[in-house]
């Protein structure tokens, strides 16, 4: 199955609105998506919307620099509720096939602040003093109410684990263990492929527990995020959600265990660090090793996937993440999509991101890309970034 490349465009905040921002991007329905500044300096009377006529062809970026139209096969624009999203997405056919034993995948990316966490998780990624209301829960939650729902009604005993972890500074921490975070080492084995050495893989049965570990992991998250500064907009967050399914017997027939069918399908949720460049002026110390360790790891991820051969979907999701990063990810693009045989050399080593999606990535896995964006004014080149990218890839992604 082809992955889905859909956009959600969050409304703009109290803050946004209180300060006069314009909105600078509009849903044309149908998967396609306006990006109507004239220049980033106009503020107020630019053209709401292109008129028809100069809509491009899916995927495409119209002629004039501020003024583009791009295609996904979703677009979720402001007024679009948390249900909307799941729906809309795929993400509950993802689920079914995780349950059939696939590896699936969603990634949420866009810079931060566009609606990454809030897409995944719903509010509960900000507050914990109040339970968020059930409409507001997000993907994760509905993800793990549909896997629970399914477990009950298909006719197979479910093993469910969830494991959660973040990359920060190419250095991987779980997020479940209890005690100061440290650092673990990733290590390889032929039967294992790439695995975080001591890593906690939790057994859950019920909504309220795998919500409670989301808590827990993401409280910890943000524990460090007051004491780093801006950290949790700077690391990748991993959650997986292990499936192992295995066929009912009758309880009186008893079978080796070899002779139990049993699959495992994964459902791994990538909050991807901020793709926003990283200042300049910041480009020293702490700054810099965040900016380079960011770029080494989502540019890895089109470097491995883009030379796998015979995995067309697999190489448009590199694409999206290699360009999600910063300045050279531009030169990196253009090489991948470039006929495998003209590729040149791509400057960029391995990264833990790459490694640890390895194995849900390649070959059969099955991914679904949230390009996360603001409507404001003031993001539009973070913006534009991000659908350009987004967009590209979709592209690439069609080709047989
Ligand atoms: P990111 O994870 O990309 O940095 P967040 O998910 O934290 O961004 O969102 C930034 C802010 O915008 C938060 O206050 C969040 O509640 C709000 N927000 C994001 N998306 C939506 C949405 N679809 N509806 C309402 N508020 C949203
Ligand atoms: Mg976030």
Known sequence: PRPHSTLRVRPLTCTETRRGDRQVVHSLGDGAVHVSATSPWDCGFGRAVAPLSRRCPRGQVSAAR????????????????????????????????????????????????????YTLMGPLGQSDTQPASPALLGLMQRSFTCLLELSRSRASDLALSASYLEIYNEQV????????PCALPLRWSKSRGFYVENQLSVE?????AIVSLLLQGSQRRRTSAHALNRHSSR?????????????????????????CPSKQGTLCFVDLAGSERVK?????????????????????????WGTRPGSAPTRALSLVTSCV??????????????????????????????????????????????????PSSRCLSETLSTLHYASRARRVTTRP
């Not at 110390?285 to 540019?299: F, H, K, P, T």
Request: glycine share 10%; charged share 15%; aromatic share 6%.
């Open 66 to 117: 501020h003024d583009a139209t791009f295609g996904f096969s979703a677009v979720f624009d402001a007024g679009a509720s948390q249900e909307a999203v799941f729906e809309g997405s795929g993400m509950r056919q993802l689920v079914e096939l995780a349950m059939d034993g696939f590896s699936c995948t969603v990634f949420a990316f866009g810079q931060t602040g566009s609606g990454k966490t």
């Open 173 to 180: 921490r779980d997020l479940l263990s209890p005690g100061p």
């Open 204 to 208: 859950f049965e019920s909504l309220e």
């Open 235 to 259: 690391s990748h967050a991993l959650l997986t959600i292990h499936v192992r399914s295995r066929a009912h017997h009758p309880p009186n027939v008893i079978l080796q265990a070899s002779a």
């Open 280 to 304: 300049e002026t910041g480009s020293s110390g702490e700054l810099s090793v965040e900016a380079n360790s960011i770029n080494r790891s989502l540019l890895a991820l089109g470097k491995g």
């Open 325 to 374: 990063a910063h300045p050279p990810a531009g030169h990196c693009i253009s090489l991948l999509a470039k006929p495998r045989g003209k590729r040149t050399h791509i400057p960029y080593r391995d990264s833990k991101l790459t490694r640890l999606l390895a194995r849900s990535l390649g070959g059969s896995g099955i991914t679904l890309m949230v390009a996360c964006i603001s």
